[in-house]
Each structure stands twice: as C-alpha cells, then as structure tokens.
Nanobody, 124 residues
Framework: QVQLTESGGGLVQAGDSLRLSCTVS????????MAWFRQAPGKDREFVGG????????SYTDSVQGRFIISRDDANNMLYLQMNSLKPGDTAVYYC?????????????????WGQGTQVTVSA
C-alpha cells in the first residue's frame, strides 16, 4: 500500500517562499504521475500541479503558473513543490497524491493515494 507523508508547510508572509516535500513509500514501480492538490476552508479541493512518471512533463493550474515548481526524485522517493511569491490566496491545506496513470491529469479521481496534508498559511 502506498503511503504519502507531506511536510514543509507553515506560516509565511506574502512574497515569501516555501518548499513542500512528500515522502513516498510502498510503491513498487515509478510508472505513475504525482501531483499536489490544495483545499482552502469552504472550498473544493483543487489541482495545483502535477508531474508525469519520468519528470519531463509538468502541469499547473493558472493561478500558480510561473510561481510554483513541482519536481520528483524517484531515487529518494520524494516529491517536491517549490512555492515562490506566495499570496494570501495560496492559503490552504496542501495534499500530495499518487496517480493511477503516467500522465498528470487534473482530476482528483485519477489519483488513488493521498497524504494527510500540510497547512500553508500566507499572511498579507
């Protein structure tokens, strides 16, 4: 069974940077996409960014394009999200997800394993 554990969240000011990490365990192959989702209070969970199985294709939601960078290190079973120029609107719980396909689809139902989430709070 795949287990995902996020870390790196916290309270920062607008304009600051944070790097989220996700530790992956229990997966028997690397032929799967991974992604970050987030959920703000009172809102639905939304796709933030995804990366395909070999790291050469990434996808981002428009609101973070150019500010966030997703990357994976399969040798060390890690997924990362570098978040720059953070805004108060980025405040949410961020979740790491492991996909059932090799392509980073934006639909949550394309992912079958989820972490417990890490809180990111950006103050104005």
């Amino acid at each position: 069974q795949v287990q995902l554990t996020e870390s790196g969240g916290g309270l920062v000011q607008a304009g600051d940077s944070l790097r989220l990490s996700c530790t992956v365990s229990g997966r028997t192959s690397n032929y799967y996409a991974m992604a970050w989702f987030r959920q703000a209070p009172g809102k639905d969970r939304e796709f933030v960014g995804g990366i395909n199985w070999n790291g050469d294709t990434t996808s981002y939601t428009d609101s973070v394009q150019g500010r966030f960078i997703i990357s994976r290190d399969d040798a060390n079973n890690m997924l990362y999200l570098q978040m720059n120029s953070l805004k108060p609107g980025d405040t949410a719980v961020y979740y790491c997800a492991s996909g059932i396909s090799t392509y980073p689809f934006r639909d949550a139902d394309r992912y079958d394993s989820w972490g417990q989430g890490t809180q990111v709070t950006v103050s104005a």
